[in-house]
């Protein structure tokens, strides 16, 4: 069974900088696409960004675009999320995710939340203005 643990979340200024990490356990992590959702109090999971196994494609939703970078270090098992720039409407849960299959490549596969397998607890960050 593949175990998915956050960490590095946080209070931080708005402007400031946080890299959230999630460690991975079981499995072959090297052939997961990882992928990095969130969810803000009242409001859906709204999917952040993801790197696929195959090519370390990267995929980002349209408000983090150039501020955020998600990358992969397959022999410590582990995926980033190197967060920049942030705003309060950063704030939310993050949550780290974990899709077995098959590469995919079929237009916003990887931005839904049931294209991936396993879960991890999630990590607070909380943005000041």
């Known amino acids: 069974q593949v175990q998915l643990v956050e960490s590095g979340g946080g209070l931080v200024q708005a402007g400031g900088s946080l890299r959230v990490s999630c460690a991975a356990s079981?499995?072959?992590?090297?052939?997961?696409?990882m992928g990095w959702f969130r969810q803000a109090p009242g409001k859906e999971r709204e999917f952040v960004a993801a790197?696929?196994?195959?090519?370390?494609?990267?995929y980002y939703v349209d408000s983090v675009k150039g501020r955020f970078t998600i990358s992969r270090d397959n022999a410590k098992t582990t995926v980033y999320l190197q967060m920049n720039s942030l705003k309060p409407e950063d704030t939310a849960v993050y949550y780290c995710?974990?899709?077995?299959?098959?590469?995919?490549?079929?237009?916003?596969?990887?931005?839904?939340?049931?294209?991936?397998?396993?879960w991890g607890q999630g990590t607070q960050v909380t943005v000041s203005s």
């Open positions: 079981g499995g072959t992590f090297s052939r997961y696409t």
């Open positions: 995710a974990a899709d077995r299959d098959l590469p995919n490549y079929s237009s916003g596969y990887y931005s839904r939340a049931n294209s991936y397998d396993y």
């Open positions: 790197i696929r196994w195959s090519d370390s494609l990267t």
